[in-house]
């Protein structure tokens, strides 16, 4: 059964960083694209970051460039996301979806064949 796991989430104070992992279990071979969305309570998933595995050629939410950086570890078939300069607008849960193939839309949830559970940020001021 193929899952994702994330981690790293938490809380941290205004102007700090966190980075969170999404790791692949239960599969081998890499993913087309995966991405990072987030979601606060009560407000529809929103698109943060992705991910073209292949080329590694990334997408990022107009919010958090600059500030956000996606990554992955090919070996490890796993996803990062490294957030810097964090604010209390970044308070949120957050998920990684992947897709096993082509996206033409990367901030469409439906784009995305598999979800993690979600880790929770929490930034102070």
């Known amino acids: 059964q193929v899952q994702l796991i994330e981690s790293g989430g938490g809380l941290v104070q205004a102007g700090g960083s966190l980075r969170l992992s999404c790791a692949t279990s239960g599969r081998t071979f890499s993913w087309y694209a995966m991405a990072w969305f987030r979601r606060a309570p009560g407000k529809e998933r929103e698109f943060v970051a992705a991910m073209r595995w292949s080329g590694g050629i990334t997408y990022y939410a107009d919010s958090v460039k600059g500030r956000f950086t996606i990554s992955r570890n090919n070996a490890k078939n796993t996803l990062y996301l490294q957030m810097n300069s964090l604010n209390a607008e970044d308070t949120d849960a957050y998920y990684c979806?992947?897709?096993?193939?082509?996206?033409?839309?990367?901030?469409?949830?439906?784009?995305?064949?598999?979800w993690g559970q979600g880790t929770r940020v929490t930034v102070s001021e």
């Open positions: 979806a992947a897709s096993n193939g082509a996206v033409g839309n990367w901030g469409r949830i439906t784009e995305y064949d598999y």
